[in-house]
Nanobody, 125 residues
Framework: QVQLVESGGGLVQAGGSLRLSCVAS????????MGWFRQAPGKEREFVAA???????YYADSVKGRFTISRDNAKNTVYLQMNSLKPEDTAVYFC???????????????????WGQGTQVTVSS
């Protein structure tokens, strides 16, 4: 049974930083790509960043240069370092695990079969 547990969300002023963590269990973590998505009130869930099993990364244009995704296979954890935060980054952030092993980094939600419960990030202006 796959479980994903996010942490690290909170309230921060514009220009500040937060680091989100997601601990995975239930499958061999190193074999699977991981992604971060977010959903703001009244909006659809959108892709933020992904890291493949190989370590290659992919970012949404809106966060490129500000956010960094990384993974620590020894800790079964994926991170999202968020710098220069903007009010428009306010959302619930979800981590997700690719359904298939040894795949390229995925930016579409339907590639991910497992999701965490989400963590709230609020950026004040």
């Amino acid at each position: 049974q796959v479980q994903l547990v996010e942490s690290g969300g909170g309230l921060v002023q514009a220009g500040g930083s937060l680091r989100l963590s997601c601990v995975a269990s239930g499958r061999t973590f190193s074999r699977y790509g991981m992604g971060w998505f977010r959903q703001a009130p009244g909006k659809e869930r959108e892709f933020v960043a992904a890291v493949a099993w190989s370590g290659s990364t992919y970012y949404a244009d809106s966060v490129k240069g500000r956010f960094t995704i990384s993974r620590d296979n020894a800790k079964n954890t994926v991170y999202l370092q968020m710098n220069s935060l903007k009010p428009e980054d306010t959302a619930v952030y979800f981590c997700a695990q690719d359904s298939s092993s040894y795949s390229t980094a995925a930016y579409t939600a339907n590639r991910y079969g497992y999701w965490g419960q989400g963590t709230q990030v609020t950026v004040s202006s």
